[in-house]
């Protein structure tokens, strides 16, 4: 089924509104526009260093992937019948809640503790808004890709920087919500 031009009009002002409201929340933050060493890089390959969270992409980038397939399986399930392009702005509105709190004082404060984070300061809004734009991409797979693709894909990542840096999104999450003294010894190294 087509999606009315007004209806998909309305959506893509939405996504931009999400976008926006989050790069200016950010901003009343206090966050940095871009990294503060002053440049920009594509990557930023040492989860340990300053630039992390700050240039165009980390290795966090996966796990904002792995945000917007998680998302489109989800607001698929609750609403089949809602136009992908409002699912994409739901998903959009999400992650930007998400950015927005991830860069709380307290959340920052939070991550500082763990092993891998000593250093955080949270995000630039330029890596937030790509952060954003990750989770897009990860949400348009999804659409594409038959489901045990995508599966696969999740599972590839999750894998893929859990050998490289000793973390990922099911790692985050838990120490997010109840840190385990046995992940922080093995993320530092012990």
Known sequence: MKTPPRT???AIVATLAFVAV?????YLFGQPPICTCGYVKLWEGDV????NSQHLS?????SHIIHGIAFYGLLKLAFPRMPAAWRLACAVGLEACWETIENTPTV??????????QGYIGDSILNSMCDNL???AGFAFASRARVWTTIGLVAAFELFTLVCIRDNLTLNIVNLIYPVEAIARWQGGS
Not at 58 to 62: A, I, L, S, V
Not at 109 to 117: T, V
């Open 134 to 136: 990750s989770m897009m």
């Open 8 to 10: 998909l009009t309305y």
């Open 48 to 51: 340990r260093s300053s630039g």
């Open 58 to 62: 980390d290795w966090y980038t996966f």
């Open 108 to 117: 920052i404060q939070h991550y500082r503790k763990q092993a891998l984070a």
């Open 22 to 26: 989050q790069a200016f929340v950010l």
